[in-house]
């Protein structure tokens, strides 16, 4: 990372601000700082020039200068990234590029039940609209009300509906992109099947704006469920989960919408920190479940068969204690609990953090292992492990000890990561299930990934970037 700050020529940062005109091109300190501030304060960054365009055609002569000046671009969306991928660094020598001016509905198809936008429509607007269509976009994260879609298509954005829908990869059919040079690769397409040739948009997608910079894509929609119902679990550990959750996958199979994984630390810290959060149920467990199952037949239906699952839940006694939402508003309550657990945490002081996956099996062994390598490190440690135990991802995180030293256990954070991440590794797990590798775990990747892999990876993007002007420093 620069230690020096080189911000490129003022000639040319006028050259860039003519292409959006000046009200749209930031140089003031003030109005850029929101830009280079991200959420965790972890990666600090500066700029000359945040650049907000207003169409495609912006974008494309951005790239086209760019290339033409070899001046690195970092593009942005909503800017709720964890890992770094949308900061610019240190150094003054990258210009934002904010997609948050490209926030149009440019089609609904409910014929095809896809919906095409631009980059910068907000999570939540989608959402909402396909609500309004009596439709469902299931992706579903904390940072819904100012993530951008170009930013969750970016990072493959992960969230909460992943076990029946799948990652933000499989809910694209198609994209828009600006590549390095200022070509636009159009492939707005809605085919659910198309097997001609490589499937260069899923280049895109994931790669954190390495490639080239996604200006627009076209989404599938799902009918929306007719029934819907939450219950939250007590247990006593997660192989009693595991148990569980084959339990809910054989009796409701695609109709198990959610099943998340909590100990009891987070749901603790929830109800501390978080004003008007109440205990799901009378007495303390261990470890927690919050499933859903949602049914396109009938309320009756998915009533039917959560309370079908508990009971049999109890009679194995993997369930220690269980409550079905009584109404739309408790439901959405448990769910508010689930959503606030990293923002409960700040108040505990320092956490150190993983967002791994590793095989659902092995997660009881994992959690295990894991926390016996933190341990080792620091004994004092506790762990604070919630996350989506459908798709083996868990949100592995561990908190100072009670009273302890921020800045001391935060010194640990390089030990206790390698530490975890060997246990991910020992079970053939992922590093980085949905949040991405941008700055944090880029070297990381290059040391531990395959190396075929890692070069085949510098082989696309050279092809894609020869100049190194897109998002330079992040991923590879």
Request: hydrophobic share 45%; with cysteine.
């Amino acid at each position: 990372m620069p230690t020096e700050q080189h911000f490129p020529n003022p000639a040319v940062l006028d050259r860039f601000a003519a292409i959006v005109g000046e009200n749209h091109a930031l140089r003031d300190p003030a109005d850029i700082a929101p830009y280079v501030t991200e959420r965790r304060g972890l990666w600090p960054g500066a700029t000359a020039l945040v650049l907000r365009p207003g169409s495609v055609e912006e974008v494309s002569a951005i790239m086209r200068l760019a290339t033409e000046t070899g001046t690195p671009i970092v593009p942005q969306g909503g800017n709720t990234g964890l890992v770094g991928g949308q900061s610019p660094d240190i150094g003054g020598s990258e210009i934002v590029l904010s997609l948050s001016r490209l926030n149009r509905i440019r089609e609904v198809d409910l014929a095809s039940n896809t919906i095409t936008v631009e980059a910068g429509v907000v999570l939540q607007t989608l959402r909402d609209k396909a609500d309004e269509l009596d439709r469902l976009f299931p992706l579903s994260l904390g940072s819904q009300g100012t993530a951008q879609i170009g930013g969750n298509l970016s990072s493959n954005a992960g969230g909460t509906g992943v076990l029946a829908y799948g990652n933000t990869r499989e809910l694209c059919l198609g994209v828009e992109v600006v590549l390095p040079t200022g070509e636009v690769f159009e492939d707005l397409r809605k085919l659910k099947k198309d097997n001609t040739g490589y499937d260069l948009k899923n280049l895109f997608v994931g790669a954190e704006g390495t490639l080239g910079v996604i200006t627009a894509a076209v989404m599938k929609l799902f009918p929306k469920p007719k029934g819907r119902e939450v219950a939250w679990v007590g247990l006593q550990s997660p192989k009693d989960a595991l148990a569980l959750f084959a339990l809910a996958s054989e009796r409701a199979g695609a109709s198990l919408t959610a099943f998340e994984l909590i100990v009891d630390a987070p749901l603790a810290f929830v109800l501390k920190h978080i004003p008007g959060s109440v205990a799901p149920l009378s007495s303390p467990h261990p470890w927690h479940v919050m499933l859903e199952i949602s049914s396109g037949r009938s309320a009756e239906d998915a009533r039917g068969l959560i309370e079908e699952i508990l009971s049999e839940g109890f009679e194995a006694g993997t369930v220690s204690d269980a409550v079905i939402a009584a109404s739309l508003a408790q439901a959405d309550a448990f769910w508010r609990i689930r959503e606030s657990m990293s923002d409960a945490q700040r108040p505990e002081g320092g956490s150190i953090k993983h967002d791994i996956s590793v095989p659902v099996a092995s997660i009881p062994d994992f959690i295990d292992a894991a926390w016996q390598a933190v341990l080792a490190v620091e004994p004092g440690a506790r762990m604070v492990c919630f996350g989506h135990m459908g798709d083996g991802n868990l949100h592995y995180n561990i908190s100072q000890p009670v009273g302890g030293d921020k800045d001391a256990f935060l010194a640990l954070y390089r030990p206790i990561n390698d530490a975890v991440h060997a246990v991910v590794r020992s079970f053939d797990g992922s590093i980085s299930a949905e949040h991405g590798i941008g700055r944090m775990k880029r070297d990381e990747l290059i040391a531990t990934a395959p190396p075929v892999a890692i070069d085949l990876m510098r082989r696309v993007k050279a092809a894609f970037d020869p100049a190194g002007i897109m998002n330079p420093g992040k991923v590879i």
